[in-house]
């Protein structure tokens, strides 16, 4: 951790700074064996970081890389529930506290069964330098369980999230952490995780975030990730003095991130093509308008069913087992549906097929040996902390309507959410520029999400 004292070429520097991000790295894998989407983000973000030291040693005397890595608390907990055959099931539940520094910890709820507790360290751990870019008062967390809601009826699904939430209300507050969706966790899951917080709490409170409007909820929070991930692509285009207008974009995913990723596609007069799930993907050339994305919707959040359905009410081609960077002549790729799921091969392809702008709606879609090619390709990437900061940017603005007892609409909203967009922007540009790293969003939104949360550990001390 000497770092910040070597002098020498910008080589010799680098060099230093792989050595001591490695040893960084050997020890917090030994802590966190076998947490390998963890040790993922975290290499990313000090990769990114490291010079940062070199202007403020006093981080490292403080240790804060080794507090950031360590999380605040985690509590894990059994949920025993009982299926529509009336047998017993028992998930396992979670909550990753990762930092108040600069607000009450706040992130999403996933219910998927690739879930375990790397994962969500992973999670948590993004999303605590994305809320540190979004403007607003907002410290990082993030759980949710192994349960998979593919196949569960309504009320399979309703008596989940009971139990669930029988543990999960004492250790949450308005005050200390405010959980949200995330993939698996819609707005039917976040109804009834409310109605028993509720019961078991005696309180109507913000306590969750992404309710529907009708009772607590804020206008635009649905369409919040999707439609700021394509409101931070059409910066980047500005930034290049383009914009997204006319432009044939892949997008991957086809739930709550994809389809409001698609609708302001449409509204800023691009055209998305493709859409996925974990089965395969469709292609459709003329693009998906608004008529067959209303069909998608009620497709994907209503009869619950596959993408490939898609390609047989429409007529278009359905590739099983696929993901859609491979199809040829977009300018945009818009990962929407998980992490890893943009691998090296896949970058060639769309450097190859002419891609000019990446930006990730999904947290950590893009491996990381696919981002450094990208970027040295000269292609435009926008990474998921700064691109799909606007779902969290608009649950702080349901936090702010909650808490005045107030409820705007949707254009202020929508307003609002533009407005966080640009500046997530503008910080990450300039950031990156005072870096010696032009373009490179990575460095600029990491350092920028960074230095903030730092600062507040400092000012607040050892705790
Ligand atoms: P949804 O559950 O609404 O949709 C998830 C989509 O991704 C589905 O199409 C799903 O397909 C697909 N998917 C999920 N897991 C896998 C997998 N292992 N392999 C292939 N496809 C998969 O989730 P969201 O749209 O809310 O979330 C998508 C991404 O965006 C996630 O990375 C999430 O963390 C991130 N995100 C979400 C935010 C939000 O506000 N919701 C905010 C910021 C980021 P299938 O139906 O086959 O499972
Ligand atoms: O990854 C994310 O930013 C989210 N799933 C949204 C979190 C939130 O609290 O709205």
Redesign the pocket.
Known sequence: MQYYESVGSHHERMCEVQQTVHEFMDDVVAKSVAQFEFHQAVQEMFEAVWPIFERHPEFLEARIPHRMVEAERIIIFRVPWIDDSGAVQVNRGFRVEMSSAIGPYKG?L?F?P?VNLGILKF?AFEQVFKNALTTLPLGGGKGGSDFDP?GRSDNEVMRFCQAFMSELYRHIGLRTDIP???????AREIGYLFGQYKKLANEFSGILT?KNPGWGGSLIRPE??GYGTVYFTEEMFRAKGDTIHGKKVLI???????QYAVENVNRLGGRAVTL????GFIHDPHGIDAEKLAWVMDL?NERRG??SEYAEHFGVEYYAGQRPWGVEGADVALP????N?LNLEEAKQLIANGIRVVAE???M?TEPDAVRLLIDSGVLFGP?KAA??G??AVSGLEMAQNAGFTSWNREEVDAKLLNIMSEIHRVSRETAEEFDAPDNYIIGANIAGFRKVAAAMIDQGVV
């Open positions: 999403g996933r998927h690739s999670l593919k949200a969706g995330d993939i698996g966790v819609g992404g919040a990730t991957s995913g086809s739930g709550n991130v994809a996925s799930d974990s089965d994907k596959r993408i929407c549906a998980t992490q799921e709606g999904a947290n879609p998921g799909n900061a779902g969290v």
